[in-house]
């Protein structure tokens, strides 16, 4: 698999760097290593794995074929994990709405939100996450709620039309907790939400 390990004539070199535990490997050798060790339809194939039902409507638009080292490396089976077991966790029921939408194909709307985002040393944790409607996940992401301790939905008032409020949240307020009380969010993760992301949006960037 690595140029540097190959003789010209294709056999394998023995001994120096071949021996090595650890070495330095190029993007070409990296990025053929991953292609052969995850399939390209990893996330079909763990999609199905966990949800068997079949999708029924015909897909007719081609994927685009992104560079291995944008697409894949590592993150695509650990975004397919994630997703899965908060979405379980939650049972597939938005935590803020409380609503559990399904589509035709019966595939379900509840996306898996980091409370913590992973480009701020977020883990993939079922405790740092949420399972949140499309809608909801983007209103989190940018601040325009948040959770407290107590669990009850904290909204940016002066960012949020009150209407918007009554149709999203569920009654009462609270974040609907997940089946095993032991996969609630993490009082950290909500802590570092609040104060690094909740209310930090400038109004300007927000269009209702």
Not at 14 to 40: C, M
Not at 146 to 163: C, W
């Amino acid at each position: 698999m690595e140029a540097a390990l190959t003789a010209p004539d294709g056999s394998p070199l023995s001994g120096g760097l071949a021996q090595s535990a650890v070495r330095r490997i190029t993007e070409g050798d990296f990025a053929r290593i991953v292609n052969l060790g995850l399939p390209q339809r990893l996330e079909d194939i763990e999609a199905t794995r966990y949800d068997p039902r079949p999708f029924d409507m015909a897909e007719g638009a081609q994927t685009f074929e992104r560079p291995v080292v944008e697409r894949l490396l590592r993150r695509s089976y650990r975004d397919v994990a994630f997703r899965r077991k908060v979405r379980d966790a939650y049972d597939y029921r938005c935590a803020i709405s409380g609503l559990r939408l399904r589509n035709g194909g019966g595939r379900p709307e509840v996306q898996a939100a980091h409370i913590r985002p992973v480009e701020h040393q977020g883990s993939d944790s079922v405790r740092n996450g949420l399972a949140l409607s499309g809608t909801l996940h983007w209103m989190f992401d940018r601040g325009l709620i948040s959770v407290a301790d107590d669990h009850s939905i904290l909204v940016s008032r002066n960012k949020v039309p009150a209407d918007v409020v009554d149709r999203l949240l569920s009654p009462g307020g609270r974040l609907i907790p997940p089946r095993d009380p032991r996969d609630a969010p993490h009082p950290e993760n909500l802590r570092w939400h609040r104060e690094n992301v909740f209310g930090q949006i400038a109004t300007g960037d927000l269009a209702w």
